[in-house]
């Protein structure tokens, strides 16, 4: 039964320690070079076009 809660314990920290990395906008932000972001309804009939 100690195994079971240790790696239970285990688990949960790990995946507490990793919610805060997930949940970051930064990359958000970021836009590739060279490649057309489309923004506004003129920029989408360019790509569709």
Request: charged share 25%; with cysteine.
């Given at each position: 039964m100690k195994k079971v809660a240790?790696?239970?314990?285990i688990?949960?920290?790990?995946?507490i320690g990793l919610v805060p990395m997930s949940?970051?906008?930064d990359f958000l932000e970021v836009?590739?070079?060279g490649k057309l972001?489309?923004?506004k309804?003129?920029?989408y009939d360019?790509?569709?076009n």
């Open positions: 240790k790696k239970l314990v688990l949960s920290l790990s995946i949940c970051k906008k836009t590739p070079k972001i489309a923004q309804t003129a920029d360019l790509i569709l």
